[in-house]
């Protein structure tokens, strides 16, 4: 840090706000002119505080990507506690906090410590004769302009803060509810290192099988690729990598890191409590799930087919998540979540999801052949036979309709239509599963509402509907259907399903927490902690009817707020959420030529409605490592290099 003293760059000093010359004051200090300058004393302070500002993202960076360069400099920190408590606990979080204590003591020794130690780690890695990442040329040209730039220092410093907080993150990691840090796993798919792609989506969660078939993939509805043809196909990617570790039978064994011994029950064991659970356990609290069904994966096993999700995927993958530690306890009902706490549990979570069918509540509902979905698709998914005839009417537009629709013609069914009251790009089900409907046959009456189950002799023979046309948006901004005088006509049918919805029914509620006035669980939004202390609750139980990311994200974010629960801190606190700046969708579109997703490989359509055998077949390696380079990066563009058409590290993603 000796050597040139004097200030250059575009601006001159005169030119620059308060803030910023404190900042420049700060960085000079540092790099050794101090004495020369003879900045007093409080406006190096000031200048201390405004940079420890500035550090408190990038500790934050740290923690978010621990493996990525900032690792490197800790490892290499002359600090000996820093070195110490990485090495003897491995717990990075720890080290941290010694850094954050030894700003609070020396900020300029630390401070020297930190930019010295960035120094010596990239002498060390020219010396090892490394090859460079672009984030470690952008480092190194932050080091050199200190002294002899350090305006452009200073603006370089704050870009690279940027990339490292979660400022400048990708609209897929930043759209993704469980936090999945997509951008990377899909960079590493591209590059064929497929284990270390998938250990990356399990460092989030143990569902990549799972979430890879039935996740309605709100990261590829931000995809930036979109914009030039189409998203990048990042939900069959984890479906990829899932798969081919299956099919190489080298499925790795988790090793459990139980430590603590606080005690963590878990009521209910679908994607919201397994979530939470799996990430407690690798917190290291014991966690036991507590679950009223014989079998566990709630919604996933109970109401989501196996056509499109193998039970043996789901087994395997829950499995994964015992094998972490979490004890499930099945056929236990609990009524009283906060009666745990008196017994050895130290939190609890509840997810306990939403799945009572609505009630259509119209004449005819109660006659014989009249089926409510959730019920309906339990029964199947049990292999309980069921009497629907051949022609069958399903009402509704979201999953559980075009579900039910699916597996009535699995189950013996010729004729079988949706009744919808909106028009079909409104219907809140999968794009893919309406149009696999469409492909297998299945009649959409929309813009349809019933009015009239019709019956003889307490049987169902058919439904009555009327017309609807859209009129004025509602509050949902969907445009409201009101019926179309005089336009009723009747679908003969031998069975209905309702799939208008679910919800949670009275006789469910637990007795010592609150509720709101659309009947689901009450909590503190920011740390989903209930009316009762220690009780946390997130899901569709929380929520009403959502998915199954959505839920995993609220159970982890749960985890979070127990862990903070249990070690006594505030847990009103923010937790921090991926966010994006608006050069992270600064693409260069110009430089783009149009490639189309790959396809998902389909069983054949005639003939697949008759089985439940698995429809979409699934990517190989080449298709994926293929789709994967389509990513363009685009969070990129925060360093201003060109990254279209160029290949990001993935480290650095
Ligand atoms: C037919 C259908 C298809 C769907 N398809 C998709 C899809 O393709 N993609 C998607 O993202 N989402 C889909 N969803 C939505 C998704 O399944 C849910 O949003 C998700 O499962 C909610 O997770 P959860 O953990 O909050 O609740 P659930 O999955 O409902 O799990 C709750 C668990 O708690 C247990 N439980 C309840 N009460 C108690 C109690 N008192 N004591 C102990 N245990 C209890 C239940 O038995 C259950 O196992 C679908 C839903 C349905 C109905
Ligand atoms: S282009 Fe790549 S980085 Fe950008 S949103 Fe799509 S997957 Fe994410």
Redo the contacts with the bound molecule.
């Keep these: 840090m000796e050597g040139g003293r004097k200030m250059s760059g575009s601006a001159t000093p005169k030119e620059l706000s308060p803030k910023r010359r404190r900042m420049m004051d700060m960085i000079l200090a540092i790099g050794g002119m101090k004495e020369e300058q003879a900045i007093p004393l409080n406006k190096v302070n000031e200048a201390i505080g405004d940079l420890k500002k500035e550090l408190s993202p990038l500790v934050d960076g740290i923690v978010s990507f621990p493996d990525s360069y900032f690792t490197k400099f800790l490892s290499t920190a002359k600090n000996a506690e820093i070195v110490a408590e990485i090495k003897d606990n491995g717990v990075l979080k720890d080290a941290i906090s010694n850094l954050e204590k030894a700003i609070e003591i020396s900020p300029t020794d630390a401070l020297q410590n930190l930019l010295k130690s960035l120094t010596d780690t990239l002498t060390a890695s020219e010396a090892a004769g490394k090859e460079k990442d672009v984030f470690t040329e952008k480092l190194q040209e932050v080091i050199s302009k200190i002294e002899t730039e350090p305006e452009t220092a200073l603006y370089l410093l704050q870009q690279n803060l940027a990339i490292t907080t979660r400022y400048g993150q990708p609209p897929c990691h930043v759209e993704c509810p469980a936090g999945v840090r997509t951008q990377r796993f899909v960079n590493l798919t591209r590059d064929r290192r497929f284990d270390e792609a998938l250990q990356l989506m399990r460092d989030t969660y143990p569902f990549a099988g799972t ?1 890879g ?4 993939a709100p990261c590829e509805s931000r995809c930036q690729r979109g914009l030039i043809d189409q998203p990048v196909s990042i939900r069959n990617l984890h479906r990829f990598l899932a798969d081919n570790e299956r099919s190489s039978g080298k499925i790795k064994q988790p090793t459990p890191s139980i430590n603590k011994d606080e005690k963590v029950a878990v ?9 939470c659970a799996y990430d407690l356990a690798r917190m290291g609290y014991p966690v036991t ?5 014989p ?11 196996s056509y ?2 193998p039970r043996d995927i789901l087994d395997e993958e829950i499995s994964y998540v015992q094998q972490h530690g979490v004890e499930i306890l099945n056929d ?4 009283k979540p906060s009666e745990l706490l008196t017994k050895g549990f130290s939190a609890v979570f ?6 009572s069918s609505l009630k259509l509540r119209i004449e005819g509902e109660d006659a014989k052949g009249v089926f409510h ?2 019920e309906f ?1 339990d029964d199947i998914n049990l292999g309980k036979s069921t009497e629907l005839g051949k022609r069958v009417a399903v009402i509704g537009g ?7 629709a699916r597996v009535s013609l699995r189950t013996g069914a010729s004729e079988v239509s949706i009744v919808y009251r909106r028009s079909k790009s409104e219907m809140p ?2 794009e893919m ?1 309406i149009e696999d409907a469409e492909h297998e046959g299945i009649d959409f009456k929309i813009l349809s509402s019933p009015v009239k189950i019709l019956e003889t002799g307490g049987k169902v023979t058919g439904l009555r509907c009327i017309k609807m046309e859209l009129g004025e948006p509602d509050a949902s901004g969907r445009r409201r259907p009101v019926p179309v005088p005089d336009s009723e006509f009747d679908i003969e049918a031998d069975s209905i399903v309702v ?1 208008i919805g ?1 919800g949670i029914e009275a006789d ?1 509620y ?1 007795s010592d927490l609150e509720y709101t006035e659309w009947g689901l669980i009450q909590t503190d939004k920011q740390s989903l902690q209930t009316n009762v202390q220690g009780v946390f609750a ?6 009403g ?8 994200g ?2 982890k974010k749960a985890a979070i707020s127990i862990d903070r629960y249990i070690r006594g801190e505030s847990v009103s606190q923010e937790i921090s959420t991926p966010r994006i700046i608006s050069a992270t969708i600064d693409v260069d579109r110009a430089q783009a030529t149009e490639e189309r997703r790959a396809a998902m490989p389909m069983l054949e359509a005639e003939g697949r409605a008759t089985t439940f055998d698995e429809v979409e077949l699934g990517f190989d390696a080449k298709i994926s490592a293929t789709e994967a380079s389509r990513c363009i990066n685009c969070s990129i563009s925060n360093m201003d290099i060109t990254v279209y058409g160029g290949r990001i590290d993935p480290e650095a993603t």
């Design positions: 979430l078939r039935v996740c309605n009521i209910g064991a679908g994607p919201a409590g397994i979530g799930i507590f679950e009223s069904k079998k566990n994966g709630g919604l996933l096993r109970y109401g989501i087919p499109r999700l236990q009902r609990i009524t509840v997810g306990t999801g939403a799945s979905a959730l698709l979201g999953n559980a309709a075009i579900d039910s089900a999968n599963e799939a679910q469910d637990f997130g899901g569709d139980a929380v929520s009817p959502a998915t199954v990311v959505k839920a995993v609220a159970g």
